[in-house]
């Protein structure tokens, strides 16, 4: 399956690669050999936790160049007065009675936690396309939906701002 990335989105997993080529990797092999000067190897502490933070920075590596040879780039077509990619979006939480501010974000920028929703999330997917003052209905499964209603619509572009996530 291929990844729906932004320019911005390759941009910045091209930067995140080159630093930990160029910066961390360098910094994780030093503190190998350094451990290692410390001699025996078999109750060296230090020696083990340098060698796991150089496997997961090469990990992390590899993790990043798999994601941009699926990737397949995106153009947010939504027009001026409508939610698409990077639309911050106030929503009224019918259910709970409670407003909402969320913003639409590619898949690989999602965190919940800081209210970046992605476009292929059931919420995303939902209100992407309605227009301000729409009722939309977000079927989270067969048996479970909810609906909100689009109470205002800010268009913003792609600033950088929003992570790429870390696994």
Do not use: C, W
Not at 71 to 96: Q, R
């Amino acid at each position: 399956m291929a990844n729906e990335m932004t320019k911005g989105d390759i941009k910045k997993i091209e930067e995140e690669i080159e630093y930990r080529k160029l910066v961390v990797r360098k910094e994780a092999i030093e503190a190998v050999k350094e451990a290692r000067a410390h001699g025996d190897l078999s109750e060296n502490f230090e020696y083990y936790a340098a060698k796991r933070d150089k496997n997961k920075n090469e990990s992390r590596i590899r993790y990043l160049e798999r994601l941009l040879k699926t990737a397949t780039i995106i153009e947010d077509d939504k027009k001026a007065d409508e939610v698409g990619l990077f639309s911050v979006v106030d929503l009224y939480m019918e259910e709970d009675d409670e407003n909402m501010t969320i913003k639409l974000v590619t898949s690989i920028r999602g965190d919940s936690m800081k209210g970046n929703i992605s476009i292929d999330s059931p919420l995303g997917a939902a209100i992407k396309g309605h227009k301000l003052g729409d009722r939309v209905y977000v079927n989270v499964s067969s048996d479970y939906g909810y609906y909100v209603e689009i109470k205002h619509i800010e268009q913003t572009v792609d600033d950088g701002s929003d992570d790429i996530r870390s696994y």
